[in-house]
């Protein structure tokens, strides 16, 4: 069989792959996929059958979110595409929304977490439970000053922002925890750790406690490692009063039965006559371990 029978016109190319003529005559003027052959009297651009392969690989390119144009970036000195590199490029966009997608779906599934918590509340309002491990970024907050709202929102806005850019997961609960054998206070917000986190905390060995997110020098990561509490809802007209009257309940315990208390917002739980709520915890989640300060 004659070569030139298996040339295929670029109607035909886009036909059998799904590709626009346009797309092929772009490429071609770019130089990212040049025809096989051009009829030097008419024009027209013919493909050879393996060259359907170089646009399959052009569209997982495209598709895994790399602009065309960064295409020019993966040239040998000739010109030509170095395709092994424009495929690792892919291999790693890819790699990267998966983490991205992976972090995004604990944020949704913490999310969805208080929706269930919210409906599962015994008679006298008091949750007894073991609290699990968490991760909190936080930075220092009066020990038992009135709360200035203005200044706990601005401090929330910076927390998650670093949060964001230490490329961590955040979670929902956000609040402020107390210290009281201490008497310090943080405003806090929550993360998830990384694998790494999780397998040296389960090991046992505290000495090695490490934070794997770069979080700014002016904040402190703390581990409460979990423990009994007990938590209820205080509910007031507004989140100041909320949290001015927590702190003033943390201030009448002893410290040696419940020596660390924290205070979170509760989604969605403004009430029809515009009362607001939040999740008031006494715990013995001790120590308190700093990952980074």
């Not at 924290?262 to 008031?280: A, H, N, Q």
């Amino acid at each position: 069989m004659d070569a030139e029978d298996e040339l295929l016109t670029i109607g035909e190319v886009a036909k059998l792959d799904g590709i626009t003529t346009k797309a092929l005559r772009y490429y071609d003027a770019h130089g990212i996929l040049k025809p096989a052959a051009v009829d030097p009297m008419t024009g027209y651009r013919y493909y050879t059958p393996d060259q359907m392969l170089d646009v399959d690989v052009i569209r997982i390119f495209i598709s895994s979110g790399i602009p065309l144009e960064s295409l020019e970036h993966y040239r040998f000195e000739d010109g030509s595409l170095d395709w092994r590199s424009v495929l690792a490029a892919a291999q790693s966009q890819v790699d990267e929304r998966m983490r991205q997608l992976r972090y995004l779906q604990t944020t949704i599934s913490d999310y969805a977490g208080e929706l269930v918590r919210k409906a599962h509340s015994p008679a006298d309002g008091v949750v007894r439970s073991d609290l699990l491990p968490t991760w909190l970024v936080s930075t220092d907050w009066p020990f038992d000053a009135p709360c200035n709202m203005k200044q706990y929102l601005r401090t929330m806005t910076d927390l998650r922002k670093a949060i964001r850019e230490a490329s961590a997961p955040h979670l929902l609960r956000r609040g402020i925890l107390m210290d009281l054998e201490r008497r310090q206070a943080f405003a806090f917000h929550q993360f998830a750790p990384s694998q790494h986190m999780l397998d040296v905390f389960h090991s046992g060995d505290r000495s090695r406690l490490i934070c794997d997110y770069d979080f700014p020098g002016n904040t402190t990561v703390i581990n409460p490692p979990g423990g009994p509490a007990e938590s209820q809802v205080i509910e007031r007209e507004s989140l100041v009063e909320c949290f001015n009257d927590g702190t003033a309940m943390a201030l009448k315990l002893n410290p040696r039965d419940w020596p660390h208390v924290t205070m979170t917002e509760i989604w969605g739980s403004r009430t029809p006559d515009g009362s607001v709520r939040i999740r008031f915890t006494r715990h013995r989640c001790t120590p308190l371990y700093a990952l980074q300060s």
